[in-house]
Every structure is written in structure tokens, then in C-alpha cells.
């Protein structure tokens, strides 16, 4: 297993996923996956609020535009096709996957009207709606099913199959998404 990067810190959940725990991804993962629930449970606060937070609002959009599509991508382009090669025919991973692929689909189609009811409130437009409550209800709902086979099925494979190349292939892979992997080749040149 990769170590941990000395002095990292899990983060409060309520600023996007420190960059020290690419140290280890499946760890930045799991991180991630802590933000998302804090997302969630700030898209409730949003629902059940008379007069919703901006500032809230302000950061769960933040976090559906920039964290969110790099966060699938991780898992979608390389994640998963780690999984499919290192799993064994018993471990059935290709169907808990072929459900997460569909359930990326479903955020991917339905992650633009939710953007758009909480960009209006943020602006100060409108409140949301009842039918727009509903909407943000069924979208949150749908990512905690997700993230939960994703923390009981895949982290646990990935950390049981995954090898070190795998890991560090992972890592590196992510920090391009992130354009990180160029300040890593400036350092080792130093």
C-alpha cells in the first residue's frame, strides 16, 4: 500500500479535498466521498429552509461544477478499469460497476437542473420551488445510494486488489486531472 503523506489532514468536508491525500488515492476517494455526503446534507438544509443560504448554495455549485466531474472521471476512467483487471471472476465487480456507470449517467443527466435552481438562488433570482425542493430531494437521495456501494463494494476491492503500479498509476492520474503532475516533474528537477 502507498503511504500516507506525513502531516496530512482529513479535511472538515466543507472546503474541496485536500490535494495532500493524493499521497494515497483510494484515500482522496474516500475523502471525496465525505465531501459529497457534507454536499448532500447541505442540499437538505437548502430544501428544508424557509429562506434558504446563498452562501450554501455558492459552494454546493462549486462543488457539482468543478469537484464533481473531476472526482467521476477518477473513478470512471481509471478506478474502474483497475477494478475490472485486478478483480477476480468471484468478486462480481463488474456488476456493482456497471450500476455505479449508470448512476454517473443519471447525475451527469440530471446534475444541470440542479445547478440551475440553486444558481438562481445564489443570484438571488427566486427560491426554489416545491417541485424544485422535490428535484433537489431525489438528487441528493440518489448520491447517498451511490456513495454507499461505492465505501461498501469498491474502495474495499480497490484496497484489497489494487497493486502498488496500480496505485500509483491511479495517483498519477489524477494529478494530471488536476494539472498537479506538472509541479511534481518542476520539484524532481530541482
Known amino acids: 500500500m502507498v503511504n500516507h503523506i506525513p502531516n496530512q489532514k482529513r479535511g472538515d468536508c466543507l472546503t474541496p ?8 488515492p483510494l484515500d482522496f476517494i474516500h475523502e471525496d466521498h465525505l465531501r459529497e455526503r457534507e454536499i448532500c446534507a447541505m ?6 429552509a424557509e429562506d434558504p443560504d446563498r452562501d450554501q448554495a455558492r459552494v454546493i455549485l462549486s462543488f457539482l461544477r468543478e ?10 476512467q481509471d478506478l474502474f478499469p483497475l477494478l475490472r483487471r485486478r478483480c477476480e471472476t468471484e468478486d462480481e465487480i463488474d456488476k456493482a460497476i456497471q450500476r455505479l456507470e449508470t448512476d454517473h449517467r443519471h447525475a451527469n443527466e440530471d446534475t444541470p ?13 427566486r427560491q ?27 474502495l474495499p476491492f480497490a484496497k484489497l486488489r489494487l497493486t ?15 494539472g498537479l503532475d506538472r509541479l511534481m516533474e518542476t520539484s524532481d528537477a530541482e
Not at 490535494?19 to 494515497?24: A, F, M, Q, V
Not at 469537484?67 to 470512471?76: I, Q, S
Not at 437542473?113 to 433570482?125: D, N
Open 17 to 24: 479535498t485536500t490535494l495532500d491525500l493524493l499521497g494515497n
Open 43 to 48: 442540499i437538505d438544509r437548502i430544501v428544508d
Open 67 to 76: 469537484e464533481l466531474p473531476l472526482h467521476l472521471e477518477d473513478e470512471e
Open 113 to 125: 437542473g440542479v445547478i440551475a435552481i440553486l444558481a438562481a438562488l445564489e443570484a438571488g433570482e
Open 128 to 154: 426554489p420551488s416545491d417541485d424544485d425542493r422535490s428535484v433537489l430531494v431525489r438528487y441528493a437521495g440518489h448520491a447517498r445510494r451511490h456513495l454507499i456501494l461505492e465505501n461498501a463494494i469498491i
Open 164 to 178: 502498488e503500479g496500480d496505485l500509483g498509476t491511479l495517483r498519477l492520474r489524477m494529478m494530471q486531472r488536476r
